[in-house]
């Protein structure tokens, strides 16, 4: 993919400080609906897990889980060894005033399937609005690292656009460069490719490569599989709320253990 | 599975002519006709007679005394009263939407508490007739002038143990600012859940303060399905100050009701009402077109 300018030291790896998430016996229920059952997982900082599954395995809950913008019901989550929407202290669990909640939630990226870039903004203001009013940049250094971000995505010329004039790939990068804004040690992606026309699936997959390549901790939801075996350190299958199986893309993908992992696989490739 | 980036070539698709089936003549030798609407024809014609004679009557019926309308329309007695209608509109709506918006946040709060206060203040306040309830608020003036202090709805109404006109004017901008708060709260409520809930959860997956979530991202958006009803609620207000002149307060439709009382002209003096109405709801209208492009800002309609 040409559009995309491959990563640059300069404007490229931001000195982010990479994370690792531990996830531990974590359940939610939506009603009488057991969504996560017991979920644990360790993703080691710097490396790239992608997380598979059937559609309804809660695979989008636990990936909100992780920023807190769901509650887990119980279990811990935490992100470099920092304990998520809760504060510790002996036995005793203390949920975390929404203030800290979003102060947490600078430090993770999330990117959604459908952008939910802020139409009424431009392009500039989408990605200058959270370093601006959450970590308190001055406007115009947020502004120059927009730009550089926007480079990186390969979209320095849409600066002044508003969302609804560009592609849905390009949409999905400026929301790329919107999260990386904060310059966040963990990236989680919700399906980044699911929404987007089969033609601009690879301009999204080239950029969150490049991310890759560039060592931030990601956890990647997707079914794009061969986005998986070129890119995850880990792929993790899901189904029916629980961990079915997780390894390295060779032995998940080509000699899959389980059963239903291989009845899975068999339909999506 | 990932898809290759190169999509299938498709020039062979755009250059079409020469594939067709048939070859049609060249576009050169059609002609197109179109339908013809003998009825439509039908109905302009009755539509137009029945306007002529509409504006002829307006024109020569002396009954209108448009001499009378002249000399009044903008005499300082009515242009007052022009003024005191705008104004009860002003702080009517002003008022009214502050509480509205009030209203429509603690109706979406996650406290029952706020949320039962709420919903039984607007169904208070949409079922009682502004009439009716501007009657009480005027005898409740006169109470307040005695009482002067410990009024259950805050502190900037303490100004009610001034002299009477004073007293009348809050009564009557409380009265039309209470009755627009409960229409306005749903107004805004109605908005701000039109703003799709990812663009709160992305504002939240960001870590932007609550406040600034409501301000900047919210608002804005909820804005644009706001403001159409929001104009309406204006402009009935605008027109529904006329209500306040059961008050004896001067404002437009009260003062036009005592110039003809005195003088008898009443078709002309109504007509003078009527123009300033409909003249400043027009000036009301194009503002709202303006201020609706501003907040179209990055939509595609
Ligand atoms: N907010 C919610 N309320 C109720 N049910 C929900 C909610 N979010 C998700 N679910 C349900 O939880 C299950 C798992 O959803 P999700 O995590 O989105 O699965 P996936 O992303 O793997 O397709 C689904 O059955 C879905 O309908
Ligand atoms: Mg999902």
Redesign the interface.
């Known amino acids: 993919?040409s559009s995309v300018t491959t990563a640059d030291p300069a404007a490229g790896s931001t000195a982010t400080t990479t994370a690792k998430v531990e996830i531990r016996a974590v359940h939610k229920n939506f009603g009488p609906l057991h969504v996560l059952r017991g979920i644990d997982l360790d993703v080691r900082a710097g490396e790239v897990t992608v997380v598979l599954g059937p559609s309804g395995s809660g695979k989008s809950t636990l990936l909100r889980t992780i920023?807190h913008?769901e509650k887990v019901d119980s279990g811990t989550v935490s992100v470099d060894g920092t304990l998520v929407g809760y504060r510790r202290s002996g036995n005793k669990l203390y949920e975390l005033r929404?203030?800290d909640v979003?102060?947490?939630?600078?430090r993770?990226?999330?990117v959604?399937q459908?952008f939910?870039?802020?139409?009424?903004?431009?392009v500039l203001d989408n990605i200058v609005?959270?370093p601006v009013?959450?970590l308190k940049r001055p406007r115009k250094e947020a502004e120059a690292a927009a730009r550089k971000l926007l480079e990186r995505v390969g979209l320095a010329d849409k600066a002044e656009s508003?969302?609804?004039q560009l592609s849905g790939g390009q949409q999905q990068r400026v929301a790329i460069a919107?999260?990386l804004a904060?310059e966040p040690g963990l990236l989680l992606f919700d399906e980044p490719t699911s929404a987007l026309d089969?033609?601009l699936?690879?301009?999204v997959?080239?950029v969150i490569k490049d991310l890759a390549a560039s060592g931030t901790t990601m956890i990647v939801v997707t079914h794009?599989?061969?986005?998986a075996r070129?890119v995850a350190d880990t792929v993790v299958f899901m189904d029916e709320g629980r961990i079915v199986e997780q390894g390295p893309p060779a032995e998940v993908l080509d000699s899959p253990r389980h059963e239903r992992t291989r009845a899975f696989l068999s339909k999506?490739? | 599975m990932s898809l290759t980036s190169d999509p299938p070539a498709a020039p062979s698709l755009t250059k079409e002519p020469g594939t067709a089936v048939t070859t049609p003549p060249a576009p050169a030798e059609l002609v197109v006709v179109p339908v013809r609407h003998p009825w439509r024809w039908v109905a302009v014609a009755a539509t137009a007679v029945l306007l002529t004679q509409f504006v002829h009557g307006l024109v020569t019926n002396p009954g209108w005394e448009w001499d009378v309308f002249a000399a009044f329309f903008t005499t300082e007695t009515i242009l007052r009263a022009v003024w005191v209608t705008l104004q009860l509109t002003f702080h009517g709506t002003a008022l009214g939407f502050a509480i509205g918006i009030v209203l429509a946040f603690m109706r979406l709060s996650a406290s029952p508490f706020l949320r039962s206060v709420a919903f039984g203040y607007i169904w208070a306040f949409r079922s009682i007739p502004l009439i009716v309830q501007l009657l009480f608020w005027f005898n409740l003036a006169y109470l307040y002038k005695e009482l002067s202090i410990g009024i259950p709805f805050g502190p900037s109404f303490l100004s009610f143990d001034t002299t009477g006109l004073v007293g009348e004017m809050s009564a009557a901008v409380l009265g039309l600012a209470l009755h627009q708060a409960a229409y306005a709260a749903e107004i805004v409520r109605g908005g701000v859940l039109a703003v799709d809930e990812g663009q709160l959860e992305a504002a939240a997956s960001l870590g932007i303060p609550r406040l600034r979530q409501v301000r900047r991202i919210v608002l804005p958006q909820a804005m644009r399905s706001i403001l159409p009803n929001a104009a309406n609620e204006i402009i009935s207000l605008f027109k529904g100050t006329s209500i306040v002149s059961v008050m004896a307060i001067g404002e437009l439709f009260y003062q036009v009701q005592v110039v003809y009382g005195r003088n008898g002209r009443v078709v002309p003096l109504l007509m003078v009402a009527t123009a300033w109405y409909v003249l400043l709801t027009t000036a009301l209208s194009v503002v709202q077109h303006y201020v609706e492009r501003h907040y179209a800002k990055g939509s595609a309609r």
């Open positions: 993919m920023n913008l929404e203030r979003l102060k947490q939630r600078t993770i990226g999330f959604f459908n939910h870039l802020f139409p009424h903004l431009t609005e959270a009013s959450a508003y969302p609804k919107r999260a904060l089969p033609e699936v690879g301009e997959l080239d794009e599989i061969g986005f070129e999506v490739l």
